[in-house]
T-cell receptor, first 117, second 111 residues
Framework: GAVVSQHPSWVICKSGTSVKIECRSL??????MFWYRQFPKQSLMLMAT?????????EQGVEKDKFLINHASLTLSTLTVTSAHPEDSSFYIC?????????????FGPGTRLTVL | SQQGEEDPQALSIQEGENATMNCSYK?????LQWYRQNSGRGLVHLIL?????REKHSGRLRVTLDTSKKSSSLLITASRAADTASYFC???????????FGKGNQVVVIP
């Protein structure tokens, strides 16, 4: 149980385009989803927290107009990187917590590698 | 700023040896968790230890927590090649179930 998927697993796009990444909880209801980014050989940095049906809460320094987050259902959250630039190239990981297991346990997706040319 | 920082370490050991890695953090926490990440993959939750616990075991894993020193250690006993991965600690220091991750420890187990 407690499986989280991400789609796509990797994406290459041209500078200036927008990219949407999906995060799905497959076998539980995710009341809260979290989005992280990870640069090579570095740790995960929390970008934002999204609760189903409400606006996402962004961490300090994260541009909410650049990283659009939608959590429209209890099983799906999306992160859209708008007008992507090469510096946005990173590994984006989502996690979810909710009705599976402990409420304070996050279940992580496999990540999406974004490369912006 | 995010906390749960440990000195990034690269540890290379022989299969069968024990691997120990450390984590330090800066503010009060309710719990601390350890995760494993294989290269280019997502995170796997290993163990959670609460602030009122001092030691916890799970299989070949042993975690300690010293809240007075704001530090934790993860011990992997009888390591296997499959334990090769990066290991991160994370605390709930940000509040509201938000996790602050440390820099990570890269462990290589040589068969």
């Amino acid at each position: 149980g407690a499986v989280v998927s991400q789609h796509p697993s990797w994406v290459i796009c041209k500078s200036g385009t927008s990219v949407k990444i999906e995060c799905r909880s497959l076998d539980f209801q995710a009341t809260t989803m979290f989005w992280y980014r990870q640069f090579p050989k570095q740790s995960l940095m929390l970008m934002a927290t999204s609760n189903e049906g409400s606006k996402a809460t962004y961490e300090q320094g994260v541009e909410k107009d650049k990283f659009l987050i939608n959590h429209a259902s209890l099983t799906l959250s999306t992160l859209t990187v708008t007008s992507a630039h090469p510096e946005d190239s990173s590994f984006y990981i989502c996690s979810a917590s909710g009705t599976s297991g402990r409420s304070d346990t996050q279940y992580f997706g496999p990540g999406t590698r974004l490369t912006v040319l | 700023s995010q906390q749960g920082e440990e000195d990034p370490q690269a540890l290379s050991i022989q299969e069968g040896e024990n691997a120990t890695m450390n984590c330090s953090y800066k503010t009060s926490i309710n719990n601390l968790q350890w995760y494993r990440q294989n290269s280019g993959r997502g995170l796997v939750h290993l163990i959670l230890i609460r602030s009122n616990e001092r030691e916890k075991h799970s299989g070949r894993l042993r975690v300690t927590l010293d809240t007075s020193k704001k530090s934790s250690s993860l011990l992997i006993t009888a390591s296997r090649a499959a334990d090769t991965a990066s290991y991160f600690c994370a605390t709930d220091a940000l509040g509201n179930n938000r996790l602050a991750f440390g820099k990570g420890n890269q462990v290589v187990v040589i068969p």
